[in-house]
Structures are given as C-alpha cells and as structure tokens.
C-alpha cells in the first residue's frame, strides 16, 4: 500500500458465527485462482500452450504475491504441469488498485487464520464424464473443508483493518488473533473418457466379373527335369538246365542246354545308335552271342522274351575235367559280338546256372535230394506237380540211410536213385500218392543215397 494514503476499514455486519465468513472467502479465492491457474497452465498440462494461457500465466505472474505462486508452484510440479513465474516486486512499485484489493482481502487469510484450526485438504474432483459424451471435457471441482477444535463466540461486530506501512516494510493487517493455516493439495487426475468409435463404413462386396470366353491361366509353374537315364543293361531269370533247375551234374563232354527268360536294354544318352550284345561263359571262357543290331532293345524297360521263344537257347559243352563250373551271363553295348567276347570277364558277369561234372551214373541229371546216414532221423521228399518239398521223419533202421520219396502230383515221374558207391537205380513214382522207398546200408559205404530227376 502507497504509505500517503489512509488505512481503509470495513466493518462487517453482525453475525451469529463469524466462522462463515471466512470459509466462503477462502473457497472463493481457491476457486478463483485454481481456476486461472488452469487457464495459464493449459488444464495443467493437457493443452499445449498457446496465447490464452500465455497472456494468464504472465497475469498471474504480475499481480500475484510471492508467498502464494510458490505453494502454487510446488503443486504444479507434482503433477509435471508448468509453473508460475515468480516475479519480485518492490512493495512501492504497484499502484493498481485492484491488486492493492485483492491484497488486503487475500493477505488476512494467510496470516489470520487462528493456528487452532486443523490441517485443510482441498480436494479436487472430477466427476465422471459420460460414455456418450466425448466433446465437453470433465469440469474440477475444488472442495475446502476446515474443521476448528474449539468454539469461537460470536461477537457483535469486527473491523478489520489495513494500516498504512512504510515503504520498507510488508503490510500486515491489524488483528488480534492470527490464524496460520497450512494446506496440502491433491490433485485427482480426471477419470479417462470412453470415445465412441464412429460406426464402421459401409463397404460394397466386389461383384466378380463374368467369366470370359478366353481361359486365363494364373499359378506358378511347375518346373519339370526328366530322370536321369538307367545305364544299360540286362536281366536273366528262370533258368533251366537240360530241363531241370539251375544246377546239373554231368559227365565230361556231355551237352548241357541253358533255356532261360530275359530283359535287356540300352542308354542312347551314353551311345546313340550303339548294337547291344549278349554273351554266356563258362567260367572265363565265353560260349556264345546274341546282338541286336542299332537302334539295338532302346532305352530302358528295353524289350523281352524267352530263349526257347526267340531261338536262343544256349548250349555248352561240359569240361572233361571232373569240377564244377560256373554258367554267367554278360550284357552291354558293343558294336558286335566280337568287341563284346573281347569285354567278358566273369569278374564283369552275372551268375546264371552251375555245372558239376562227375563220373557218377547220376550225370547229366538234377540232384533233387541227399539223405546221409542218421540213427535217428531219415529225409522225406515230395512232389506236389509244381515244387519239390523237404521233412524229416523217425528213421526205420539203424544202420540205414532212407530217402522216402512222394508224388501228391497227377502225373507219374520218373526219378533216378543213387547210393554213395555210385551205383544207379531209375524209378516212376505213381501218381496221386505213389512211393518209392530210398534206402542204402550204412555198413556197406551206401550213405548217403541222393534223388536225381531228367
């Protein structure tokens, strides 16, 4: 206050408590500076700044005292929203009227304020806002409650008063009691909204277009790499020698036919338009030759056949050296049969069929069966028409070596019997059911006794 100037008084109208009166000043000047506050902090923080809170963020700072921008400040602070400026000021410099006003009315409440009265909590609270309503932000609410712990009387009339101070020195008001309240602020964020989401757009469904007359063909192709070529060759199956299986005992000299199915085939990836020869051997020492000439049996599955079919029955003549010996196939692409005999080697060869020459009366004829010597045991054969099959059964004598044969087939056969001293005996077997009892003595070097068959 200017310090020419006189010191105003009010006298206040009489009242039944003058507790109500201050309350509602404070409440008031709460709601009037937390309220401008907001304004010049952006609603503390949540509206970027601009010239509205600007222009009453530098009003406050002008007008407002020290001691209240600073309790201010402290809980703006708390909540990361911006401060007050606080700017000092010279108790001479300031002619307004109007702060000198609302200094003299604000400045009783932090200094007159009876130090009986308890802690106050301002609250603020933000009611709900609508789910519905989303445009109009929630409104603060400040709430004072001041409790007193003793009972002041009332009294007919109070004057306050403002004296005059000297420059140097801060106006304080002249009152008997002094009332030192201290406040604590709680700021309650306001509770979120919920934002109605606009209805989804419609959309129109692509009406698919009416096929057209020209197909189009859409996708990924498939890469197709043709396998890689089988190297020639050939196979040999169902060997038959002079008629019997794939095995033969023979005398030296002796004639022995090789009928058999084949499959050959050849590669013109490695030799286009190559002949293809196939030869047999006896051991290392080839027989005879097939060729086919160009474009020769082609690519593999080739061409097949029989030898009795095609006119390519092998013969070979037995060696006059007693042994067994060893029938092979060989196969590939040669230009004829000459470079092919070249080629053969029975390291090279495939197995066909095996010869074992013998003096024995049983040569040239298949060995089905051997039954040596047992106490206990003899060697059973039958003949169902297709297959031979083998049992051992309880033997008749104890110095004997039996070879029981059967013919279950329709057809009479005729099998040849021999004993271990290479003596001879040819037999038929009836059909359905017959027998022929195959016996040697042990004692007489007979065992064991062997079945042959044609």
Known sequence: ???????????????????????????????????????????????????????????LSENLPAEMIEPINLVLEQVAAPTLDVIERPDSSNNNPVVELFESLVEPIFTAL???????????????????????????????NITTT??????????????????SQ?????????????????????????????????????????????????GTPI?????????????????????????????GGATVTV??????????????????????????????????PSPGPGDYPGISGTSLASGMTVNITAPTSLGTYTIYSFAGQYP?????????????????GQITVSDSCAAGLTLIHSAPFSITDAFEARWDGAIWSFATVPNWGANLCNLPTYNSSGVDIAITARTANNICQSLTIPAFGGVAWISGDNTLGQ????????
């Not at 309503?133 to 409104?139: I, Q």
């Not at 197709?224 to 299986?245: D, Y």
């Not at 004829?336 to 066909?352: G, H, N, P, R, V």
Request: charge should be negative.
């Open 114 to 144: 009876p130090e009986a009265l308890t802690e106050v909590t301002p609250t603020v609270t933000t009611p709900e806002a609508s789910p519905t309503n989303t445009e109009n932000p929630a409104t603060a609410t400040l709430e004072v």
């Open 336 to 352: 004829d049969c000459s470079a092919a005999i070249a080629a053969y080697t029975s390291s090279s060869a495939t197995i066909a």
């Open 1 to 59: 206050m200017p310090g020419n100037e006189p010191a105003r008084s009010r006298k206040l109208t009489k009242t039944t408590s003058p507790r109500h009166i201050q309350p509602n000043l404070v409440q008031f000047t709460l709601m009037m500076t937390v309220t401008t506050t907001m304004i010049a902090t952006g609603g503390f923080g949540a509206l970027p700044p601009n010239q509205l809170t600007s222009n009453a963020a530098s009003l």
């Open 223 to 251: 890469v197709t790499t043709s396998p890689s070529p089988i190297p020639s060759g050939h196979l040999i199956t169902s060997v038959s020698l002079n008629g019997g299986g794939s095995s033969i005992t023979a005398t």
């Open 170 to 218: 801060t106006p304080r008001p002249s009152s008997t009691a002094t009332l030192a309240p201290t406040w604590t602020f709680v700021y309650i964020p306001p509770t979120p909204t919920k934002t109605m989401q606009p209805p989804p757009e419609d959309t129109e469904t692509p009406i698919p277009a009416a096929p057209s007359d020209t197909p189009t063909v859409t």
């Open 259 to 292: 009928d058999y199915a084949y499959q050959v085939w050849g590669d013109s990836s490695t030799c286009p338009g190559c002949n293809f020869q196939l030869l047999w051997g006896l051991d290392d020492n080839w027989q005879t030759c097939f060729g086919w």
């Open 447 to 454: 065992c064991p006794v062997e079945l042959y068959t044609p």
């Open 150 to 167: 003793e009972t002041i009387p009332p009294s007919p009339s109070m004057t306050l008063t403002t004296p005059t101070q000297p420059p």
